[in-house]
């Protein structure tokens, strides 16, 4: 954990691209500049594969295998970030924007970056995505945050393959190895729950 901590740390100071590996997989990693971390957790800003900037992810330090901070990988997304900028699509969601927000909310409340985050999800009613040890290993979920609790949430979720439901499942913060908002799918999904179901979760 320490090695992973001074690489994160390493990370911070650079500014520069790194591939964060979680465990149990090898060969899928995300991609993005990491801006601070606190005892358990770490931000991250994400980049997608086509050089935009995708959404702000929280990960449990604990869940993770590695950072890499080199590759070849890395010197071509940079490459593609450079393009993206130029080109006027690397920011289409104001993100940076919104790591201003996230930051001072931060230092004003003291909270870890993942309650700072579900916090600042739940009160801008926006949808969030949450990862880990939920129900299943690795399961993933997509929807609004209905109400908080000391150790856990209670968390309203998309299917997209069945519009009619309307699931609902408790999760404690424990589980959570992974939390992002304000990326392509959390905005797709706000769509589809604009389009089909507003009454259930706003």
């Known amino acids: 954990m320490s090695a992973i901590r001074d690489d994160l ?3 911070i100071k650079t500014k520069n691209l790194v591939e964060i590996y979680a465990k149990g997989t090898n060969e899928q990693f995300s991609v993005g500049y990491v801006l601070q971390q606190d005892e358990k957790f ?6 997608n594969v086509d050089g935009e900037l995708d959404g702000l992810v929280v990960f449990r330090k604990a869940s993770l295998a590695k950072v890499v901070a080199t590759s070849d990988y890395l010197k071509s997304i940079t490459t593609i970030v450079s393009l993206a900028q130029q080109r006027g699509y690397y ?3 104001n993100t ?3 790591v201003t927000k996230f930051l001072k909310k931060e230092a004003e409340h003291k909270h870890s970056l993942l309650k700072t ?3 600042l999800a739940f009160k801008k009613d926006q949808v969030i995505q949450l990862s880990g040890r939920i129900k299943k290993h690795g399961d993933t979920y997509t929807g609004f945050i209905h109400s908080e ?3 856990y949430l209670e968390f309203n979720y998309v299917d997209t393959f069945d ?3 309307r699931p609902q499942i408790a999760v404690r913060y424990a589980e959570i190895d992974e939390a992002s908002f304000h990326s392509f ?3 797709n999904i706000t769509a589809v729950i604009e389009s089909y179901m507003p009454g259930d979760f706003h």
């Open 9 to 11: 740390a390493k990370a």
């Open 185 to 187: 799918e959390t905005f």
């Open 42 to 47: 770490v931000l991250v800003e994400a980049i």
């Open 117 to 119: 985050m579900l916090k």
């Open 149 to 151: 609790h000391k150790k």
């Open 91 to 93: 920011d289409i969601w």
């Open 163 to 165: 519009l009619a439901k």
């Open 96 to 98: 940076e924007r919104l």
